[in-house]
């Protein structure tokens, strides 16, 4: 089981394009994925649910089968999390679906951070409430993967969801400003692991399941947005080429880098392209672009580039697995020999 969230505190990159590719792919694939949207602008959520499971969601009266239930006793401060709903998509793939009032519980995780200096129990609950519902959430959906959605910015709300991250990938845009995003990202992610970890050893309730802030980084995958051929552009290659220098030194924190162009950098996870009118005409089929069928529009040379996107997802799920299952056995603990 691993929990991966997308993260990148600058907007607009398609984190949450990516989240639903992604999970709706892992899902076709045979895994069972719980796709969790932890961003309050609910972008995931409306990108998965019909218009009329929206309105059922959001215009009823009382709880909502959100986030928010889950959380709401410990926001009201009455008691800890509850259950959450888990609203089925297909066979293998589920949602947690987001909510924007989730934005009203960012100034109570932000006083209970700084509160788990002090051992507080109940500050530790509230910190800790994102991953213990997904844990929840987890074991009851039987998932393989729990991909995370979040919004932009390095608010008290991310900063549980990513401490509640075995792994994280980083959704990059080839410009200016994603570079100079990237550079706060990987310092923001290493003190937020290096607080968590001074915060645990002050938690006085040793039968609270509490998450370790792993925060693996997987990679990153850069969104090719405006690019119109197969073959990346001049101006596009010179940003894109300086990637790999600013994520080894500020999110892998490794001062040896040797000069690699984006293509053969081992983080770099994928080159996705703009897919063009093929997202609006997801949009509306509600659908991945890659299960898009000439009924919704896709035909002649849209058909043979949806084929194309199934390919491009394909290798990006199974890329993905990979890391991870690399990863483990990087970790796995060395045993004597008998
Ligand atoms: N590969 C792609 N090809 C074409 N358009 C794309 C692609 N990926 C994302 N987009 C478009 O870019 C816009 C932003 O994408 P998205 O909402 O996924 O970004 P985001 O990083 O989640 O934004 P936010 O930071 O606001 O959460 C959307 O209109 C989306 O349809
Ligand atoms: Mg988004």
Redesign the pocket.
């Known amino acids: 089981m691993s929990v991966i969230t997308f993260f990148?505190n600058?907007?607009?990159?398609?984190?949450?394009?990516?989240v639903y590719h992604l999970s709706s792919m892992l899902a076709e694939l045979g895994h069972r994925v719980l796709a969790v949207d932890l961003?309050p602008?609910a972008?995931l959520t409306s990108v998965f649910l019909s218009n009329e499971r929206l309105s059922e969601i959001y215009e009823t009266e009382g709880e909502r089968p959100t986030i928010l239930s889950a959380i709401s006793p410990l926001n009201r401060g009455i008691g800890d999390i509850k259950k959450v709903h888990i609203e089925q998509i297909n066979t293998n793939l589920g949602l947690i679906a987001g909510d924007l009032e989730l934005s009203l519980f960012e100034d109570k995780l932000s006083t209970n951070w700084g509160n788990c200096l002090n051992g507080d129990e109940a500050a530790f609950r509230i910190v800790s409430a994102f991953y213990r519902i997904m844990k929840e959430a987890e074991k009851e959906f039987k998932a393989d993967y729990v991909i995370v959605?979040v919004?932009?910015n390095f608010g008290a709300i991310n900063r549980a969801a990513l401490i509640a991250a075995d792994y994280v990938v980083v959704?990059m845009g080839a410009d200016l400003f994603s570079l100079q995003g990237l550079k706060n990202l990987g310092s923001r992610l290493n003190k937020w692991r290096t607080e968590w970890r001074d915060r645990l050893q002050r938690n006085p309730a040793s039968d609270l399941n509490l998450p370790a802030a792993e925060m693996t980084p997987l990679g990153y995958v850069v969104?090719?947005?405006g690019i119109k051929e197969s073959r990346p552009v001049k101006s596009y290659l010179r940003w894109a080429n300086r990637i790999p220098k600013v994520f080894e030194e500020s999110v892998l924190m490794n001062d040896d880098f040797r000069d690699k162009r984006v293509e053969n950098d081992e983080n770099c996870i994928a080159l996705?392209?703009?897919?063009?009118s093929l997202?609006p005409m997801a949009?509306e089929a509600r659908k991945p672009i890659f299960l898009l069928k000439p009924a919704d529009g896709a035909i002649g040379a849209h058909f043979s580039a949806v084929k194309n996107t199934y390919s491009d997802f394909t290798h990006l799920a199974n890329e993905i697995i990979d890391r991870i299952k690399q990863e483990k056995v990087t970790k796995k603990p060395v045993t004597a020999p008998n």
């Open positions: 990148n600058k907007g607009g990159v398609g984190k949450t394009t990516l961003d602008q972008n959605d919004g932009p959704p969104m090719q947005h996705l392209k703009h897919y063009h997202i949009m």
